[in-house]
């Protein structure tokens, strides 16, 4: 049978790990051809979509929400970074607390009735429903964005990056 750790912490923690390795070469891309850090911090694939440090911050925030399937509200961060540095910092910060839910903690969250906070309303999901229709796309989305951005920008970075195949 396949976990919940399975289908979410471990390739949420693999994926995370990808990103901050990314923002490595996108720190030393930024320095190396002396560009402005807030050109490409800020830099969005559409108006609409958010810019690059805000969807580092939305890849974090959703391979939190898996804190639910667990019994526990997911971390609160503040989204104050404003460097590389800072956003791997975060990233790491993430890891981190994934790495402290256990598969205990998860056991038979398929099956629980979920509380999502969904603006000014609460709306219950199961916790299968909850990983497979929002956390999972979502978390992927925004990684994959953000890797876009960089990609865009000129960022010489290809598929290997992006799955963490360095």
Request: aromatic share 8%; proline share 5%.
């Amino acid at each position: 049978m396949i976990t919940i750790q399975q289908v979410s912490i471990a390739p949420f923690t693999a994926g995370l790990q990808s990103l901050a390795a990314i923002l490595d070469k996108a720190k030393a891309w930024v320095e190396t051809r002396k560009l402005d850090p807030n050109a490409i911090l800020h830099a969005r694939l559409a108006p609409d979509m958010y810019h690059f440090t805000r969807q580092v911050q939305a890849v974090t925030d959703q391979a939190r929400n898996v804190a639910r399937l667990a019994g526990v509200e997911p971390p609160k961060y503040e989204n104050t970074e404003a460097t590389f540095d800072e956003l791997k910092t975060r990233i790491s910060r993430t890891i981190a607390f994934l790495g402290s839910l256990t598969p205990a903690q998860t056991a038979g969250a398929e099956d629980k009735t979920i509380d999502v906070p969904f603006g000014p309303q609460t709306v219950q999901m199961k916790g299968i429903d909850y990983l497979e229709r929002l956390v999972v796309p979502n978390f992927f989305f925004h990684l994959t964005a953000a890797y876009s951005i960089l990609r865009h920008n000129g960022l010489e970075i290809g598929k290997r990056d992006f799955l963490g195949l360095r």
